[in-house]
């Protein structure tokens, strides 16, 4: 049990650990454990509308798939031309002595091959929880934004992952609150 | 699609809404979206302890169990004293139109309820998220965590939930990196 | 006198507890204890250009209008949709035992009836510091500010809070450090 | 009108200006905003306590005593040795224009001779509002709050001030919603 | 030794000390540590482009040249107006005791002197530091960082700072890494 | 000089990111350039002590030895287990154009060998500003820092450097400013 306390405080550390793209961005703020939420959100709302796909393993994956970066740190598409990770040995180290320590590392070989019908839920899963981040700072006025959104779309690699991101990018990021309330509750609060 | 794409900047409003505990603790930070991954691993973990509990639902309702705060806000012990939440409302508005809208209020039925195996480790798991964090607190010196971390371990209902905790309490918040490592290694970086 | 340390301890929550409509709109931030002092200053102001007021009534009011907000945090129109406060009740915990708590009691019923001109001239000031804010962000580019002013310009219930809102919408929020200036000041400093 | 609204521009500088106290402190934040309502919040309790003083007189002086700053920024007592604030000028350049702009300077003047009572008890609302923070820290874990603890209080005129703070330094700044309260509550909110 | 490792600790006050301006600019942050770092690396460039300037002076210049604000604080163009800061007896009580405070003194009386070509450089890396965030608020969408960009361009003293400035603002502050890549990169990160 | 240009913007990066070893202690936090300030700073305080060391050298050094973490991000010690960052293609492709480009590389190599008197005056150098910090840590009451701290100081490599450590460990990082000031000051500002 020990080793598995140890487990649940270097989940913590992922709380701690800046996505680091925003900086290159210049607006916007993230932890990766946020982005690992959204991402695993997001892999629910895929197997949902893909009911085929082995929810339970899309969902773990997409829980998973950076969790290595609380020894590693998170790498942007500019650190990645300099700075190699060796995730594997990461992936030892944190799960040594885990009993589930097996199964981490057999997902996470899956996730990085992308075969599977659920690699490839979860690749896109993390790319469209980055799609609906960038949306909003293009709403709320980054005009580089736009560009990224651009290129992040073109990562995708299921038809079920381009069609609802052709839909967040024209959704404005207030509409689930905002559309369709009466003004009136806005001036009253009634 | 819409209606989804709607949903998933709904869960980036998670993201922006703080945990309002900690501002009656004095230190620390946290956002709902980071507790909610923080549970959803600890209910990965919990079921991989007793497999007999369903995974997918498990991870399902951790990930969903906080949802309705993006409309609500997050109530600690205090607000809950004057603050009446409407969450079956919240879960109305949020999912009417969701293709998997009535599963979604379903799975938070059978959490509010408290009766199933699976509903149980979720709350186990939700607790077990605030007290890694009242460690860590604690080890970094808040002498108020002590009372919030036995307040918390009573809350548990389940003996596995019970007894990772008492691993908790006893694990330093550096543990998973720090010890085991040759001191050279902290001197030298080989 | 006990009771009256810890009432002030109270108020030091106010600090920590943020308004929770920015993370809505998408930019800005602002602690409850900031919009108390700005909504005082206002009342102050309104009490000038209306001097039969009774700006004793009218600052007390303003710098306790959303007190209660220490044990029940701020809600926003859209949580204002889902959430109950026991205002009264807060109230009650709040005053039990201070020499001047029934005063607070009757001040606040007199604010939340709005009847007297005072409870109008409170409610006026709370919505101007709002304006004055969302015109800030509107300046530094927030483009959904606009439909957020139009809509809490509408809220006002007094001719001297619209007329003083029409001067703040059309007014820069640099204005008051850098019209009027030489430029050679911003070039030289002298 | 356009002048009255400029200086609501400028009394929302007041929330982005911080108290540059603590930095020197090392724990701890607030915004010269936060302290005027703090004062002001502390004024009113004064005068409650002691009925004679000129209550409107107290409220006003607590809100502008630091007013300036918006202009000047914060002076703690390292940098007083350095810099000189030529308060006068800014109130001059704040006030010009403004219907009540005399009366702010008077009251500022009232205040800087520290004859009346009211400018006693608002010298001692500013200080006490300092003693609640310096508290909350060293509750938090600060060891050298103490020390400046021992020398705000040394700063008071006021008898009804000096009483107050004694209080203030006995109780715990969690008093105000953990003390009395049932152990059950935080257990099971209920 | 001992007045050495204070004039260390001294150093690190610079880090939490704020950059004032950009609170009046309504975007963007820095502390006076960064400003003194990009300052000695512009002080580095401009040395390089010219020669015949005295290196080792300009740089330990850039890095000294606002070291008194740990006594004293930032003060930007609206603070100037209203507060004198006593540099020199801030300067005499941070070098009592160093074996090189004489060294300190006489530098910055050179460089506020702006007499010798060393002093002029380093006037013009100052600035152009500030050019160089002025311009990455301008590229995210401040709208105000125009004018403050044309007002410090006015400010600069030698062609080379002058030929600098004209490129800076003409550069987009992502250029660095985005410009030359080819889009692949983004797309697929190799 | 377009290239120019983006150098100093990509300098404005290193504002941007953090530190990455104040997640692992708990506390504090600081920026690259603010690093890097601390560390010249520290260098011309060495070179101050140790005259015949080459001072224009050792400064750029200081400014420059991390420059690199624009493009790489930092990497602590628990990082560099994971983490190989290919330094030589970051600094050839930040240097690529840069009329001062073969110099930067020059240096670093020399930095990083680690044979010269300046190379190891800078490596102390680097590891004094850490050392400043933590004691600041262990001050506000990091129970971390001194394990930390020890581990750091078997870190150096000079007399000088060690000599000077040994100061800093034994002062509080208030002297600067609290030792030897009367305590009437702290009471009465005068």
Not at 53 to 77: P, S, W
Not at 93 to 99: A, I, Y
Request: include cysteine.
């Amino acid at each position: 049990m020990e080793k598995i306390a140890q487990f649940l405080f270097e989940a913590g550390m992922l709380s701690k650990t800046p996505r680091t793209g925003y900086r290159f961005l210049g607006t916007g703020r993230q932890s990766v454990a946020e982005h690992l939420f959204g991402t695993a959100l997001i892999g629910y709302v895929l197997c949902r509308l893909e009911p085929t796909a082995d929810i339970n393993k899309v969902l773990t994956m997409c829980l998973l798939h950076d969790f290595a970066e609380a020894r590693t740190g998170d790498q942007n598409y500019v650190y990645k031309k300099y700075v190699a990770v060796d995730e594997r040995r990461a992936l030892e180290d944190l799960t040594v002595g885990l009993p589930f320590g097996n199964e981490i590392k057999e997902l996470l070989a899956e996730f990085n091959e992308q075969k599977t019908r659920e690699a490839l839920l979860v690749h896109d899963a993390d790319q469209l929880e980055l799609l609906v981040q960038l949306k909003e700072e293009q709403d709320l006025g980054n005009t580089h934004a736009k560009e990224w959104l651009r290129n992040a779309i073109k990562r995708l690699r299921t038809e079920l992952g381009k069609s609802l991101a052709s839909m967040v990018v024209t959704t404005n990021f207030t509409d689930w609150w905002f559309k369709g309330e009466e003004e009136e509750w806005w001036v009253n609060g009634k």
